[in-house]
């Protein structure tokens, strides 16, 4: 088998079980590392025979990428590797809980406050319509 092959043979099996972008990235970056580790002075085919089998890579690759995209996996990010895609902290830190906590205070404040106003006004403007309804009853009843 040769790296055309190799490439070929891995692009069928994850066709269709992956999206284009990942099959495209997959695809470039075994191609890349093929490419790498014969300019490093590697023969092909012993690249080739340390890769293993393309169908069983593209096995890996598509049980990983379906466990990215499966929404159990993604509410619970915690136990193994457990790094953020940008790779400054651990799912569910204590910083991250913080925050949603802190986000949570203040839409309350910020609810408490326009129900605040809104009582306030009612408040102001309910003895001025009190008077005006009395008004209007006082008026009927003399007609």
Excluded at 74 to 79: E, F, Q, T
Aim: aromatic letters at 8%.
């Amino acid at each position: 088998m040769n790296k055309q092959e190799f490439l070929h043979e891995l692009e069928k099996s994850l066709r269709g079980k992956v999206d284009e972008g990942e099959l495209k990235r997959q695809t470039e970056y075994y191609s890349s590392y093929i490419k790498s580790e014969t300019d490093s002075g590697k023969t092909e085919e012993e690249v080739l025979t340390k890769l293993g089998d393309p169908r069983l890579i593209a096995r890996t690759i598509v049980q990983t990428y379906n466990m990215k995209e499966d929404p159990i996996r993604n509410s619970y990010k915690g136990s193994s590797a457990g790094q953020e895609e940008n790779g400054d902290e651990p799912y569910g830190t204590l910083k991250s809980k913080i925050h949603k906590y802190l986000i949570i205070a203040a839409v309350i404040i910020i609810v408490f406050a326009v129900m605040s106003l809104v009582f306030s006004v009612i408040r102001i403007f309910l003895p001025i319509i009190l008077m005006i309804i009395l008004i209007m009853l006082i008026i009927r009843m003399v007609r």
